[in-house]
């Protein structure tokens, strides 16, 4: 839980405000990301995924964008509330190895001041 | 429909002890896996296994074995623990990678482990 966001880039910002939470992908032959949310003390949960023949996925009150020329990814959250402080990782599945696993990103801890 | 469950929540082990971290699903998944999250470090692969009786080593599998020999479940084993295994533990679960769709992972809660 809080020891997950030691030594991680961190975000802050005001309730209510959007955030962008950014993360760069290293194996070009990725083809499927999905983005997770952490909160202390809990095992990480999904939030929206994105294929690569996709350049944006919307959810509720997210959105997810892909550039693949430059290999990264990026995580919008709209109106962002006191609920949303978490860790956020990215995940990359490699198409080019074996189908069955993904790669995570160390993560980006958000705080959100009220 | 209880998801993913993982127990122990917390465990303090002496080095050279061994134990089994279990991880059980209801959701009929085929990929189960174990990661260790370390402060800095993001979510490192240990074992995983696409189905029963098939296991394969991830990045990290030095001084831990696994079996699958149900769809349901999924321990992990620490032969002789050691400091270095300090970290907390998740299993996850999900359907075949194999295709499009919602393959995300689900997670347990995690096991903390200590060894002193």
């Known amino acids: 839980g809080e020891s997950v966001g030691l030594h991680l880039p961190t975000l802050s910002v005001q309730e209510g405000d959007n955030s962008i939470i950014n993360c760069a992908y290293s194996?070009?032959?990725?083809?499927?990301f999905i983005w997770y949310k952490q909160e202390s003390g809990k095992g990480p949960q999904f939030i929206i995924d994105i294929r690569s023949n996709m350049d944006k996925r919307q959810g509720q009150r997210v959105t997810v964008l892909l550039n693949k020329t430059v290999k990264h990814l990026s995580l919008q959250i709209a109106a962002t509330q006191p609920g949303d402080s978490a860790v956020y990782f990215c995940a990359e599945r490699n198409s080019g190895g074996s189908n069955y696993k993904l790669t995570f990103g160390k993560g980006t801890l958000l705080t959100v001041n009220p | 429909n209880a998801g993913v469950t993982q127990t122990p929540k917390f465990q303090v082990l002496k080095t050279g002890q061994s134990m089994t971290l279990q991880c059980a699903q209801d959701m009929n998944h085929e990929y189960m896996s174990w990661y260790r999250q370390d402060p800095g470090m993001g979510l490192r692969l240990i074992h995983y296994s696409v189905g029963a009786g098939i296991t394969d080593q991830g990045e990290v599998p030095n001084g831990y074995n696994v079996s699958r020999s149900t769809t349901e479940d999924f321990p992990l084993r620490l032969l002789s623990a050691a400091p270095s295994q300090t970290s907390v533990y998740f299993c996850?679960?999900?359907?075949?990678?194999?295709?499009?769709?919602?393959?995300?992972?689900?997670f347990g809660s995690g096991t903390r482990l200590t060894v002193v």
């Open positions: 194996n070009s032959a990725s083809d499927y």
């Open positions: 996850a679960s999900s359907y075949s990678f194999n295709g499009w769709g919602n393959y995300g992972y689900t």
